[in-house]
Every structure is written in structure tokens, then in C-alpha cells.
């Protein structure tokens, strides 16, 4: 197997925890390396687990797990673990993985999974919708549609998100979260393949020639995975359009560093709103 087998690489780094007597990686913690990154393939494919799941019944279960040992990886080493599937059967599927230092593969594994009721692990047809968004994934297409439009079109998934992300998790007060420009404002909601909203902002006019992005939000299994920044790219270009030479926005400090991968400057002193620290950024759109 080579790198360029694998659409999907998970990275992780080796904690010295993780190493035993004979300094290498203890052979068991392969099989844990190769679970973690399942869960981030699941979110490269845009489907928060297992919300994505539950809407059809059923669950996956590991039927079987193999591994094979070509060479030890040490404490500190940085690797790549790559997720491909390779079969879907009735009610099984089949992954094949590989993990990397650099080039050189170090582990190659399989992983079998099967789709079973939740309350009575028996087994069930793999709904044809996953199958699908596996096989869209695996073909190289997007698995994230990002729509902008009005409240009236998409205010009814911007505020599923914004309640679970603000409301419950950040414990912003509701009456703080909700006002009367998101009436007037350009709304964006990234969805997967089932349709399911994952991550929302919206776009309004700060001053004449500036945009103000806000309410920047993303569901929490989904964040890293790639659908907060198409929600950004898309208000941008939405801003863009409509003649504004900057965009401004005020960012959680927890999320300055995302903002600065996409181009944004801080400027001005840490400041709070809703009693948590912000920093105000600005691009040059």
C-alpha cells in the first residue's frame, strides 16, 4: 500500500504513554490508532456520529480486526493513518487501513463493521444513503453543500445549530442569541449528503464598503472537519458579490487561529461579548 491509495490520511502524533519496554509502539495501540481515525473519517464524509445513523435505525458494531506489523513506529513519531473502503456487503462493510511514517508504511489493517439494530444487535441492511455518501467520498466528490439565502429559507436550520452550539454548549442566555438582523441578513448553512445542517454564519453590513460575518457556528462533532470554513468561503464570496472591499468579524478567541488560516487579522485589544473573550479581525476581500 502507498499513501496515494488512500483519499482519507489521519494524522496523530505518538505519546510516550503509548510506547513499552522495548521503546516502540505496544502492538495493541495500533488497533486504537485505526479506531480514532474511523471517527475522523466519519467527519470527512460530513456525518457527525452517530446523529447520522440513528435517523435509520441502526448502528455499527466491529465484527472483525486484523493487523499486520511491517515495522515499529517510536515515541514522537508523526503519523498517517489512511481509511479506505473496499466492500460493502448486505449488512457488512470492509475497510482497509494503512499507517505511515512519512512514506514508509509501517502497519497495514482491515477492519470489518456490521450494520446492526442498536437494542438487538442483529444484523441490517446498510441503508442505500450511506452507502452512497461512501461512495461519492471514495469517487473524490464534496460532501458538504453550502447554501446561502434568506431567514425565511434557511432560518429554520441556522437556529437548530445556533441553539445547540450557543444556547446548550456556550450557555449564551437565548434572548442574548437571537435579534432582529437575522431578518435582514445573508444566512449560510453547510449540509451533508442526508441533508443534515452541520455549520451556519451569516453576513451583514457593518458600515458602507465593510461586511460583518457572525454567528459563526458548527456542530461539535463536526469541527475540524472542514465545514466551518466552507460556511466562511461562501459568506465571503456572498460579500464579495455584493461590492464590500473588507469583511470584519468578531472571533472567540478559541477560534482566532481558524480565522487566521483563512486570511483574517486581528486588530484592537481582547474584548468580551456574552462573557466570553473575542478579538476583532479584518480581511481584504
Known sequence: MKRSDFRFLHRLRVRWAE?????????GHYLMYFDTAISDY?????LPY???LEAYGGDLYVKKAGVEYHASARYDDVLDVGIRSTRIGNSSMVF????????ELLITGELVYVYADPKTQTSMA???????VIAAY???????????????????????????????????PAEMEWDEADRACVHAVAYNRFGMPLATGRLLE???????????AARRTMRGGGVGRAVLDALMRAARERGYREALLHAQTSAAAFYSRAGFVERGPEFEEAGIPHVEMVKTL
Do not use: C
Not at 510506547?19 to 502492538?27: G, H, L, R, S, T
Not at 466519519?42 to 460530513?46: C, K
Not at 457593518?206 to 459563526?216: D, L, S, T
Open 206 to 216: 457593518h458600515v458602507p464598503g465593510v461586511a460583518k460575518i457572525g454567528r459563526m
Open 126 to 132: 446498510v441503508p442505500q444513503e450511506l452507502r452512497d
Open 42 to 46: 466519519w467527519r470527512a464524509l460530513g
Open 138 to 172: 471514495e469517487a473524490g466528490k464534496s460532501m458538504v453543500d453550502v447554501r446561502v439565502g434568506s431567514w425565511d429559507e434557511l432560518g429554520r436550520d441556522a437556529q437548530l445549530i445556533r441553539t445547540e452550539v450557543f444556547v446548550q454548549e456556550q450557555r449564551i
Open 19 to 27: 510506547v513499552d519496554a522495548q521503546k516502540i509502539v505496544f502492538n
Open 50 to 52: 452517530p446523529e447520522a
Open 96 to 103: 482497509a487501513l494503512a499507517i505511515f511514517r512519512h512514506d
